[in-house]
């Protein structure tokens, strides 16, 4: 019952934020900075793809790969979440990742310095996303 | 009918679970913002302008807000993102309910009448200042945030009780649903 990682892609599909769970997730802590942008904008591509292809706004909300599972969260307003996590946690993503939209609303855009395009770097932000994906069961 | 219900509810529950804050230091702050820049600008002009590009930033800011906490997912569908701005959106930020009225027929154009909004208790307006629209700030936030929706819209005070009207009205223009930015 792990979840490994989490990001968060911009209206434009910039990636604004990613954090590895690394204590819990030493193999996915191993794919460098670089690499997880790139994954990020494949996965932005193949969303925007699945959009065009089914005329539908929700595009790839599942994908299913070995042990594990991605979830994909696309909001109203353009933001995408998704997260990474073992299989076993899978009936637990879709309420994190409402807790994920939760914390970001209150912590990140209450913030008048920060910008929604730019990266998030918050402290707060980063220290209660680690809490929430831990008391994922 | 049902889906008006349905929103009342969930405004209601989303309501009940937000920190609150003493409506009228509310109504003192934005006092303050807007004497604040009456005295620094030159014109009342400019003053409406400022309002207007605060509440943009606030809206754009607010509307995540409100998803998250609502889980509501609506579409850029006109009459039913007015309904979730009236019904939820100045129910849990503002505790009042605006009337919408006055749809055109193609659904692209409608009027918001305030009653009573904290904003505005306490205010008389000098007449040095009649061409000043104290909920300028107001008409920001809805752009704002049907503007993070993709659909850009046209706000305008066409009555203001400041200045004699029975309610304010907020004119809400649909001009352009914006597809295209989701899918470039």
Redesign the interface.
Known sequence: MVIHSLFILSQSGNLIYNQVFQERSPEASKISANDQILLASVFHGFHTMGRAIDGSKSGIEKVYFGECVLECRGTPTGLKLFVIADRSSADALTKFLSAIYELLADIVLKNPFQSLQQPIRSELFTQSVSKTALAVK | MSRERNLAKIAESTFSKLDKVHSEIFTMTYGAIVTTLVEDLDNVDEVNAQLDKMGHNIG??L???L???T?????PDMRYVMEIVTRVGFRIYLGITPTLSNWNADSTTVTLSFRDSALSDWVELPHTLDDLSYFQLVCGVIRGALE???MKVKCTITADKLKGAQTTDILVELQEVMQA???N
């Open positions: 754009e800011r509307v995540d807000e998803l998250a906490k889980g509501l997912n609506p579409q993070m929706l993709g930015k989701f899918y």
